[in-house]
C-alpha cells in the first residue's frame, strides 16, 4: 500500500530534550516536506527536500532540522525543543514540487 | 509572498449543495490544489485547477478564475461525512522556486 508514515504519532518530552520525528514514504517520490499546524495559522512549511542531499528553509524553519540522506526518508530533528514548538507535525511527499502532496498520519508534539 | 482568505466556518444541511469560497494574491500563480482534513487527521486531496473553469469529480467540483484570483470548491448532496476543514492551497513562486501554501481552511459542519 502506498503510504507516508511517521513516527511516533505522540509525543511528550520536556524542553531541551532533543528529539527525532521520522518520516518514511514508499511511492518512491523525489519531493518531501515537513509542516507544523496550528490553530488560526494553518498549515505553515518548516524544511522541504527536493531529493536527496538537496534541503531548503521553509516559512518556519527555525528551531528545526532535516536530513534527506535516503530518497524514502525524512527525519525532522528538534534539537532543543521549547514549548512553542508544540504542534501537531505533518510530513507529506510528491513525485515532484508540481504534484499533489501525500500528507502522513501526523504527529502531535507536546513540549513541557 | 501570498495571501489567502476563506470563511473559517461553514454550516449546511445533509443533502444539500454548499459552495466554498477562497480568495489569494500570490506571485507567479501556477495552479490551485484543495484539500479535505477530517479533525486529527492528515490532508487529503480533493482537487487541483491550473486553466481557468469547473472541474468536476463526482460530488465534488472546483472552479478556478486566475484573473479574479478566486476559487471554489463546490460539494453536492452533502452528507455527515462530509464535515471537515476544507483547505486551499494555491502555489505560487518565490525566490526558491515553486510554493505551495495553504489557507487556515473552512471548517463546514453539516447537519440532519
Redesign the interface.
Known amino acids: 500500500e502506498a503510504q507516508v508514515t511517521q513516527n511516533p504519532r505522540y509525543l511528550i518530552t520536556v524542553t531541551g530534550k532533543k528529539l527525532t520525528v521520522t518520516c518514511s514514504q514508499n511511492m518512491n517520490h523525489e519531493y518531501m516536506s515537513w ?1 507544523r499546524q496550528d490553530p ?6 518548516i524544511y522541504y527536500s527536493m531529493n536527496v542531499e538537496v534541503t ?1 528553509k521553509g516559512d518556519v524553519p527555525e528551531g528545526y532540522k532535516v536530513s534527506r540522506k535516503e530518497k524514502r526518508n525524512f527525519p525532522l530533528i528538534l534539537e532543543s525543543p521549547s514549548p512553542n514548538q508544540t504542534s ?1 507535525y ?1 510530513c507529506a511527499s510528491s513525485w515532484g ?2 504534484e ?7 504527529t502531535r508534539l507536546l513540549v513541557l | 509572498g501570498q495571501n489567502i482568505d476563506q470563511p473559517t466556518e461553514m454550516t449546511a444541511t445533509e443533502g444539500a449543495i454548499v459552495q466554498i469560497n477562497c480568495t489569494y494574491q500570490t506571485s507567479g500563480f ?2 490551485l ?1 484543495w484539500y479535505q482534513q477530517h479533525a ?6 480533493l482537487s ?1 485547477n491550473v486553466l481557468d473553469g469547473l472541474e468536476e469529480k463526482g460530488r465534488f467540483s472546483s472552479f478556478l478564475s486566475r484573473s479574479k484570483g478566486y476559487s471554489y470548491l463546490l460539494l453536492k448532496e452533502l452528507q455527515m461525512k462530509d464535515s471537515a476543514s476544507y ?1 486551499c492551497a494555491p ?1 505560487g513562486v518565490t525566490g ?10 473552512t471548517q463546514l459542519k453539516v447537519e440532519l
Do not use: H, S, V
Not at chain 2, 96 to 105: A, H, I, P, S, V
Open positions: 509542516y488560526g495559522l494553518g498549515l505553515r512549511q531548503d501537531l505533518f514540487i508540481q499533489t502532496q501525500y500528507f502522513g498520519p501526523g | 501556477n495552479g490544489f486529527g487527521e492528515a490532508p487529503t486531496f487541483y483547505l502555489r526558491g522556486g515553486n510554493k505551495l501554501t495553504f489557507g487556515t481552511g
